[in-house]
């Protein structure tokens, strides 16, 4: 029954894959390079302007606010309503933000442009906040999946010299 299943489990694997049971370089070099611009967009296109957003509200005016609407805050998925110059706003929080695991109805304190209170963010935030700190571990790990790149290239090119020689 065991000879069986194994026989089964590897059936839609090609007689490389079998003997190998991994990637070639070239797949390896090919996966590094995808990852690292992957995380190098997240980082510099979206982390970063993420940041530099919530440390722009860092002068922006103070008030009692309450969450709204709960959820993912790191991605954008939070509301706050709170009062600007007499009337009462309900506005997102911007990606980046934290705070998403409080509870719907808990308090907390948010900085907002005096010109447009949509804009805003949770005070604890603006100095950059989750958003920072993602930046910085996405562009680390791009910076480790381009050399691991490297590594690879190497690897294959020291290969195709060796496969040349007689």
């Known amino acids: 029954m065991v000879r ?5 489990s590897n059936a839609g694997f090609s007689s490389a894959h079998q003997q190998s049971g991994s990637l070639g370089p070239r797949a390896s070099l090919v ?3 995808v990852l690292a611009l992957l995380l190098g967009a997240l980082s510099a ?4 302007p993420a940041a530099q957003h919530l440390r722009s509200l860092q002068d922006g005016e103070r008030a009692r606010a309450t969450l709204h609407t709960s959820g993912s805050c790191m991605v954008g998925h939070c509301r706050v309503k709170f009062a600007a110059d007499g009337r009462t706003v309900v506005a997102d929080l911007p990606v980046g933000s934290g705070g998403g695991k409080n509870s719907v109805g808990s308090p907390l304190t ?44 190497l690897y294959v090119v020291r290969q195709r010299r060796a496969g040349s020689m007689p």
Do not use: T
């Open 4 to 8: 069986a299943l194994k026989g089964i």
């Open 31 to 33: 996966g590094s390079l």
């Open 45 to 48: 296109l979206v982390m970063l």
């Open 110 to 153: 948010v900085r907002y442009q005096a010109d447009d209170p949509q804009v805003v963010a949770r005070e604890d935030d603006v100095g950059g906040g989750g958003a920072a700190v993602l930046a910085v571990i996405s562009g680390g790990g791009a910076l480790l999946f381009l050399m691991i790149s490297v590594v690879a290239a």
